[in-house]
Nanobody, 122 residues
């Protein structure tokens, strides 16, 4: 089992950058694929990015490709989401998640953090 805690959210102007962090508990962090999801007000939670156990493979939603970068440091039990060129439509609660499976659907992930709010002002 793994517990996840996100940090780094806040208010940022359009065009700005923000880095989110997700710290995981437990000694088996490296066994999990990690993902970032987001949920805007009144909308469903959607996939943002995922990263393989070693960090060698990443996958992005089309809406963030080229602007966001997911990375992980297994020695620190942490996964990151670097967000550049932010747009107002990126405003959402961002959550990290962990899974032993392969997939990008919400249901593929077993463990979730509480989320961190990112608000992009125009």
């Amino acid at each position: 089992q793994v517990q996840l805690v996100e940090s780094g959210g806040g208010l940022v102007q359009a065009g700005g950058s923000r880095r989110l962090s997700c710290a995981a508990s437990g000694r088996t962090f490296g066994n999990y694929r990690m993902g970032w999801f987001r949920q805007a007000p009144g909308k469903e939670r959607t996939f943002v990015a995922s990263i393989s156990r070693s960090g060698g493979t990443t996958y992005y939603a089309d809406s963030v490709k080229g602007r966001f970068t997911i990375s992980r440091d297994n020695a620190k039990n942490t996964v990151y989401l670097q967000m550049n060129s932010l747009k107002p439509e990126d405003t959402a609660v961002y959550s990290c998640a962990a899974t032993l499976r392969v997939g990008i659907a919400v249901d593929d992930y077993n463990y979730w953090g509480q989320g961190t709010q990112v608000t992009v002002s125009s």
